[in-house]
């Protein structure tokens, strides 16, 4: 009995931590990110930002 209780909450256990896990990782390797790091430098932010802000670093 003891054994199969360790084996049913390691099972759940590991699907979790695995998830869990998981879960990070997609938000790291999120493609929200990557375009909105790479529309940046493409969009310029002279050009994203008004014609007020964009005088004030010219």
């Given amino acids: 009995m003891v054994s199969n209780a360790l084996s049913d909450g390691g099972d759940p256990d590991d699907d979790t931590l695995t998830d869990l896990e998981n879960e990070p990782d997609e938000a790291e390797a999120d493609p ?4 909105t790091s790479k529309k940046r430098p493409k969009a310029s932010p002279s050009e994203d930002l008004p014609p007020a802000v964009r005088h004030i670093p010219s």
């Fill in 32 to 35: 929200i990110q990557t375009p």
